[in-house]
Nanobody, 124 residues
């Protein structure tokens, strides 16, 4: 049973930084992709970033490109999202997700496993 547990959310001022972590367990993730999504109140869940677990290739939504960095640690079965230059528009619950494929990485419905989410609040 795959389990994903996010941590690292919190309250930060605009311009600040946070680092989210996702601890993954239940299997090895070779051949998987993992991603970060976010959902603000009253809005749809949206893609933030994704990484192909084996190759390490990364993908970003335009609105976070240059500010956020996704990475993974194979040995720890962990994924991270370094978020810099945070803006109040980044306020949302951030979710870690895993997909049993390495294509179509930007669509939430394609992901097979989800964490419980961690709140990120950016104050102005």
């Amino acid at each position: 049973q795959v389990q994903l547990v996010e941590s690292g959310g919190g309250l930060v001022q605009a311009g600040g930084s946070l680092r989210l972590s996702c601890a993954a367990s239940g299997r090895t993730f070779s051949g998987y992709a993992m991603g970060w999504f976010r959902q603000a109140p009253g809005k749809e869940r949206e893609f933030v970033a994704a990484i192909r677990w084996t190759a390490g290739s990364t993908y970003y939504a335009d609105y976070v490109k240059g500010r956020f960095t996704i990475s993974r640690d194979n040995a720890k079965n962990a994924m991270y999202l370094q978020m810099n230059s945070l803006d109040p528009e980044d306020t949302a619950v951030y979710y870690c997700a895993a997909r049993r494929s390495i294509v179509r990485l930007t669509t939430a419905d394609e992901y097979d496993y989800w964490g419980q989410g961690t709140q990120v609040t950016v104050s102005s």
